[in-house]
């Protein structure tokens, strides 16, 4: 009788365990969606930066050159 109580047991705990504990689908991918988006934005935040360094980057570059030619003149 014990052995039938504790299979019946082991059967419950992984029907539990294999439904994700409550957890759905369409949570589980609506957190990865939030995860993705939050991410794709931190991206697109980074590769602006990036962008704005570079262009400071050149218009520093174009003012020592102009303002060597003008020192040789």
Known sequence: MKKLLFISLT???LSFAACGN???V???SAADSIRLQDSLEALK???Q???DI???ERAAE???KAA???ARK
């Open 22 to 24: 409550g957890t759905s």
């Open 54 to 56: 570079l262009q400071a």
């Open 11 to 13: 059967f419950i705990t």
């Open 62 to 64: 174009q003012a020592s």
């Open 45 to 47: 935040q980074a590769e």
């Open 49 to 51: 930066e990036a962008l």
């Open 68 to 70: 060597a030619e003008k």
């Open 26 to 28: 369409k949570q589980m």
